[in-house]
């Protein structure tokens, strides 16, 4: 199933579109949001966030997870995956499923 990528530009805060909480809390990975699936730091070049969720679905480890893999084919039905551009930090990516 294809990934849902919508671009937008310097959020102040990013909410999940299944659950309404903010993908954030502070700095770090909602991770008490069961819609959140990753959160992938662009500048960095690194997940700051995977889900077991996630990892289960696709059948590998944190290692061996590549971020294309992720925004070429969902793994879970209705994935959506926000691609944010933060100037000079570069492009983000976080995503989620219901």
Known sequence: MAVAKISIKQPET????????????GDEANSDDNTLLFIYYGAANTFAYISERLLKAIGKSEDEI?????????????????????????????????
């Open 66 to 98: 590549e971020l294309e893999d992720l925004l070429d084919n969902a793994r879970l039905d209705y994935t959506v995956v926000f691609e944010t551009d933060d100037d000079w930090n570069g492009l983000n990516y976080f995503g989620f499923a219901p």
């Open 14 to 25: 990013l909410y999940s579109p299944f659950s309404g909480d903010s993908a954030l809390i």
